[in-house]
């Protein structure tokens, strides 16, 4: 339900003017990618994978093609299982990814950054590694869970806490006691 409603919403191109002031434009370099993002979804169906992706996964990798004058034409949300995020010795961002035919990539490839759209949520493990929330308030509640059945055991233990002391090498029984 969420990803159709947000689905549904209107895209619009808007252009900041000298005042700052955000004005709705129409460009023919990005109006069509926007109305009819790639050969096989329209509008729609895009954003619905886009968000869908993000909410279920936590990431969302769009790829984009482009023409032989740099521009995008046509844009293609990855299967997350897909895609591989890696960084270089150096720091550069690079995306690996594993052949998919709808989206026209027939071997495994090596992309950079600048040609992926990566919309991460939540990074709570790595800054390129998107965790979904679903995921991310699971943690939450199993740690909560985990909490209650320390408790539980502690209280059916009369409040004493269990287990051994140890020490490196022997000690005397008066250091024992």
Known sequence: LITSD????????????????WTE?????????????????????????????????????????????????????????????????DGQVFYQLRADNMVGITTDVMVPASEIIHDRWNCLFHPLVGTSPIMACGLA??????????SVRLFQNNSRPSGLLVAPGNISQASAE
């Open 25 to 89: 434009v129409e460009s023919p370099a990005y109006s069509p990618v926007l109305r009819k993002p790639n050969r096989f979804q329209n509008r729609i169906q895009f954003w619905e994978g886009w968000i869908l992706s993000k909410l279920l996964r936590g990431n969302a990798y769009v790829l984009k093609e482009r023409d032989g004058r740099g521009i995008v034409v046509r844009l293609y949300v990855l299967d997350p299982n897909r895609v591989t995020p890696m960084v270089t010795d």
């Open 141 to 150: 509640a199993i740690g909560g869970l985990e909490i209650q059945n320390n």
């Open 6 to 21: 947000i689905a549904k919403l209107r895209v619009k191109l808007v252009e900041q003017d000298a005042n700052g002031i």
